[in-house]
């Protein structure tokens, strides 16, 4: 949120949003540029896997181009880019649905009903060790050097707790999944969000509401006890 | 960091979860974008992130130029500090593709058990969550990082991942990469050794990079009849053999390299040191080894592999 002040901000992407529309592929790249990290997270989280998100999002981002001459420049581009976005990653999820209903089965979710709290993968544990890739994707191997240390005590005392945040969150339906996901995760606003998910804002927000409801409840005072 | 255990809402827990989840690695976007652009209205329809060529070598399938596009937009604009680049489609294929990176890795600093959740939770196949003590995973240090290695693997995960057994120089130092990675794409996956400068054995750094030597495996049928003519006219290219299979020694600071996968289709792969490399077949997998070192010490390295 440093910089210039977010007026200053929203007139310069109006000025690249106007010149795009004029047909400039350098006002775009721009725009392109500033959007494309939370097209492609938006579009991970419904694709479920980043190759396709990344096709998702390119295209998203060339079909949008082409599409701008139905965009009105005083409108906010965000939302109706991520929109855009949204559907091609639906699409693309579309055409892959068997992996991810794999996915899904594997998460207990959808078609199962809502699992326990604690749902778990049969093989948890013993994830095997293609599952224990590593971890260390080019950013953590490569380029963390930045971020100072905390102490391992925080660390650990952090990690359970998100962990059972996040065991909870994994364990919701996939509804309430997506939208606290595309919410907290991704961290877009709740027009955002809806923009996403392709419903009104009003409707959006009490999914959300009735998400985080249901999330309170799976996860009782004692959830930090893993 | 140390959230005390009191009741905080779930809402502001979720934001402080948001900080310590680690996305994976957005794949430059921006470029393949804009390159699709600049290429005009037409090749908007052209997909894949591959820049899947069908059809034979040589056969470049420059998609017709649809009168005038809805949007008025021109047909190409220009593409800034590229001349040349202009008519030739191909090699817009390979602007495209070229830096297009997919890291599949979220990581989030907890437990490995979470691993499986991270996966159910964001219906990834390939969520990893770092712990703080982690396998014995050859790292490089910051600062060597070129784009797109992709996750740090040890070896024996690398040929599980790939389906194929990962071969090892065993020419000293080549016997140990100090960094092994695998990426997609190829769809079946491509294993980089990586191996830091070594100025006692007269192996330098690449200048980008940092990385001395790369070594590059994965499925692949190699695809001369594309790369042979777009290469720069700073490349020399030399067809030889290695164990009766072909093999190109590529002099110069080459681009790109095609190849045709399992399925026939035929892709660019960016070099990634913008050195010296040596690329043969071995069988069903193509080896490429990048570095700044002579053709015979490639060879040589590339005849030490079993």
Avoid at chain 1, 110 to 119: E, V
Avoid at chain 2, 34 to 63: D, I, Q, T
């Amino acid at each position: 949120m440093e910089g210039r002040p977010l007026d200053d901000r929203l007139q310069a992407q109006q000025a690249l949003v106007r010149e795009a529309k004029g047909g400039s592929v350098d006002a775009y790249r721009e725009l392109v540029r500033a959007h494309e990290e939370v097209a492609f997270r938006v579009a991970i989280l419904i694709t479920g896997n980043a190759a396709d998100a990344d096709d998702a999002a390119s295209e998203a981002m060339v079909k949008a181009f082409y599409a701008l001459d139905r965009f009105r420049a005083d409108d906010p581009f965000r939302p109706w880019l991520l929109r855009i976005v949204a559907n091609e990653a639906r699409n693309r999820r579309r055409s892959s649905g068997r992996r991810a209903r794999l996915a899904e089965r594997l998460a207990g979710g959808a078609g199962s009903g809502r699992p326990g709290g604690g749902a778990r993968l049969p093989s948890s544990g013993a994830s095997g060790a293609s599952g224990a890739m590593g971890a260390a994707g080019a950013a953590g191997a490569l380029g963390a050097s930045g971020e100072a240390a905390p102490s391992a005590e925080d660390t650990v005392i952090a990690a359970m707790e998100h962990r059972a945040l996040f065991d909870a969150v994994g364990a919701l339906g996939e509804r309430d999944r997506e939208v606290v996901a595309l919410r907290f995760f991704a961290e877009l606003s709740e027009a955002e969000t809806a923009a996403v998910l392709g419903c009104a804002l009003g409707t959006a927000k009490s999914r959300l509401h009735r998400a985080l409801a249901r999330l309170r409840q799976a996860l009782p005072a004692e959830a930090f006890d893993v | 960091m140390s959230e005390s255990r009191s009741p905080v809402d779930v809402e502001t827990r979720l934001g402080q979860l948001a900080a310590h989840l680690t996305w994976p690695v957005t794949p430059a976007i921006t470029d393949t974008v804009a390159a699709r652009l600049e290429a005009g209205p037409a090749r908007a329809g052209m997909r894949g992130r591959r820049g899947v060529l069908r059809g034979r070598p040589g056969v470049r399938g420059r998609p017709r130029v649809r009168g005038g596009s809805a949007t008025g937009v021109p047909g190409r604009a220009g593409m800034r500090g590229r001349p040349g680049v202009r008519g030739r489609p191909a090699l817009v294929a390979v602007v495209v593709f070229a830096t297009v990176v997919a890291v599949l890795a979220a990581t989030l600093a907890i437990s490995p058990g979470a691993r499986k959740a991270a996966a159910d939770l964001l219906g990834l196949e390939s969520v990893h969550i770092t712990t703080g003590a982690r396998p014995a995973v050859p790292r490089l240090p910051a600062g060597t990082a070129p784009l797109g290695f992709g996750q740090a693997v040890t070896l024996d995960q690398a040929s599980k991942r790939v389906g194929f057994p990962v071969r090892l120089p065993t020419m000293v130092p080549f016997d140990h990469p100090d960094a092994v990675y695998v990426s997609t794409p190829p769809p079946e996956g491509e294993v980089s050794l990586v191996y830091l400068p070594r100025p006692d054995l007269q192996l330098p750094g690449a200048a980008q990079t940092g990385v001395g030597l790369l070594l590059t495996e994965f499925r692949a049928q190699l695809e001369a009849g594309f790369f042979g003519k777009l290469a720069g006219p700073d490349t020399t290219i030399e067809a030889l053999t290695l164990r009766g299979q072909s093999a190109y020694w590529l002099a110069g600071a080459p681009h790109a390299l095609f190849y045709r996968d399992s399925a026939g289709d035929v892709f660019p792969d960016t070099l990634r040191l913008a050195t010296n490399t040596l690329v043969w077949q071995a069988g069903a997998v193509t080896l490429r080894i990048e570095g700044d070192i002579s053709k015979a010490r490639a060879l040589a390295i590339a005849e030490s592999i079993p």
